[in-house]
């Protein structure tokens, strides 16, 4: 079952420290492009992921083609796909390792969730970032020194 319980998605936001946004845009006025900053300024890694803008930069991070390639954990893979493409993000956030996938609000995939969940991940669905973390109160991400 994905997480519904306010403890459970606090504490999730709380351990995460490396989130990968698939579907990240370089365009402002998409929702990507202003949570990506958001959890930035909160003190997250953020890692862009987007085939169609491969190559280029948003927020100061370099845009990667697909999860595989980033090379480092990652906790949370939030999903900013349709519904129907949310699988394939599902799929490569098990093949990493990530710890979590969040799917943003709109984007429900029960089969996907399933999945993730068998292989051991925690998923949050048709929820975003931004709004829990202030919702709940998650604190800022301490710089580490």
Known sequence: ????????????????????????SDRPNRPSYGVMKFLQDWGYRVLPVNP???GEHVHGEYVWRELAQIGVPIDIVDIFRRPEAAGDAVDQAIFVGAKA????IGVI?????????????????????????????????????
């Open 1 to 24: 079952m994905p997480l519904t319980r306010d403890q459970d998605i606090a504490e999730l936001l709380t351990s995460a420290r490396t989130i990968a946004v698939v579907g990240a």
């Open 52 to 54: 169609q803008i491969t």
């Open 101 to 104: 996938v969040w799917m943003q």
């Open 109 to 145: 995939n029960e089969e996907a969730a399933a999945r993730a969940e068998a292989a051991g991940l925690r998923v949050v669905m048709d929820r975003c970032t931004k709004l829990e973390i202030m919702r709940l109160r998650v604190p800022q991400i301490a710089a580490e020194v």
